[in-house]
């Protein structure tokens, strides 16, 4: 079994501050964390969803996921910027 760790930033009053290295790690995943959930609600509506049943409702999403994940796959063949999924999904 894999142990996981929960890591958070301490605010600058705190004791016990993380170290640069952790602090830069940190910041690193949580700018991509939040730049795909910007995506998915902006670009892909996916806080608007209008399904009437929950089946129709997690075939909508998965749609969604799977049309984020294929234009993330194209970015990464291309070579292209990692926030450029706005030009392929118009």
Known sequence: MIAQKLLTLKRDNAKNNLSDDERQFILKYRKRIETVFSQLTEQLNIERVRAKTFRGLSARLL??????????FINKIFNLDFSSVKSLVF
């Open 63 to 72: 749609t969604k996921f799977l049309a984020f994940n294929f234009c993330l």
